[in-house]
């Protein structure tokens, strides 16, 4: 029995995705433990595209047990979307595959309102960039001990309690405060009646589950979602998510003892992206050419939002400040194969920030917004890789490239993907078979 993380180690959109989908294979539990909506994974199995945004990655095994934890944020109508659509591909999401936390809090029409209205408030260059999915607000109901759970979806009475006090103070806010449109208590009851009695079967103690699991010897996946960086507390702060996205929080949102963790993985694309605002020291500006070439070749659209995702170089303070918050003990590698092609290839290694070095990203905002990489290059490979499918049949340069990562981290990596495709996948080590 083994229990793995994977995390993202940069801004997101790494592929975490499809590392998930090629562990699962391994694993018999699947467990999202933080996030919402506002992330998506990007699966390609056999040439069909599958993106998933609630529902763990690992539904496409018809064996395995997927699970939302306590530590995600749903949107019911965002969940049935994805249910419904799986169905109509031959793949029903049944209480045997699909297990949602009673203490799981619920994204309410009003959330997403709110998250509108204030963004559309903030003037240009203070806007955080957020998804308006209702992300914040709704973190913010949870921790303000105001928050409708999954669980009170249960009760009807301790619901419409809930929802008639939450409706007035949110209007408050979105009339006097932002003087928008109120939301309507009735249509929200109405709706979430309909979601209850589809999502009721569903709906159970995944702490339990989780443990019976362990006690049974199964093998346990916990999926993060977004990055290292857009961590609320460990992140570029404000630009960052509103929850914990790094390993430790594999824990506090599902329920399970941190002393039964055998692994972290973190996923690090080849170069470095990010969607929406904030600072990106390693950024190659829109227009430059190596980065339109990364954007072009990478497909860099967030899975999400669909926003062109910002390209730059391999940023491994970022990288490394990856290392030590999550405390990784493998690499999974994505999109090496983007790469191909380029003479040379800039790896960050340290910032300087108006005379001073950093080797971690600064707590200052402001001299992150500053930060000059200090980069080193080394040589690229022409030869395209997608068809690998053995690590020593890779270029010499680019298992040059994948060694000076391991170098500079620590980190032995475990997976190198070179293309899109579960099979462009190269597993190196098993993390469910122990180091």
Partial sequence: MASVVVVGTQWGDEGKGKIVDLLTNYADCIVRFQGGNNAGHTLVVDGEKYVFHIIPSGILYEDK?????????????????????????????????????????????????LDQAREASLAKGKKIGTTGRGIGPCYMDKVGRVGIKAGDLLDSGQFLDKLAANVEEKNFFLTKQYG??????????????????????FIDNVSMVLDKARKDDKNILFEGAQGTQLDIDHGTYPFVTSSNTIAGNACIG??????????????????TTRVGEGPFPSELPEGDEIGDALQKKGGEFGATTGRRRRCGWLDMV?????????????????????????????????????GEEFDCMPGNIRKTALAQPVYEEVEGWQEEIDGVRNYNDLPQKAKDYVQRIEDISGIAPVIVSVGPDRAETLLLRNPFEGK
């Avoid at 928008?180 to 079967?201: C, G, H, M, N």
């Avoid at 972290?264 to 170069?271: D, E, N, R, W």
């Avoid at 290392?323 to 340290?350: F, H």
């Fill in 65 to 113: 047990l997927c699970m939302i934890g306590n530590g995600v944020i749903i949107d019911p109508g965002v969940l049935l979307g994805e249910m419904a659509e799986l169905r109509e591909k031959g793949l029903p999401v049944t209480p045997q595959r699909l297990m949602i936390s009673e203490n799981a809090h619920l994204i309410m029409p009003y959330h997403q309102m």
């Fill in 180 to 201: 928008a449109e109120a939301a309507s208590f009735a249509v929200i009851r109405d709706q979430f009646e309909s979601f209850a009695e589809k999502l009721t079967p």
């Fill in 254 to 271: 599902s329920g399970f003892g941190p002393a039964h963790i055998d692994e972290v993985i973190g996923i690090l694309k080849a170069y």
């Fill in 318 to 354: 970022v990288a490394n400040d990856a290392v030590r918050l999550n405390g990784l003990t493998g690499l999974a590698i994505t999109k090496l194969d983007v790469l191909s092609g380029q003479p040379t290839l800039k790896i960050g290694r340290k910032y300087s920030v108006e």
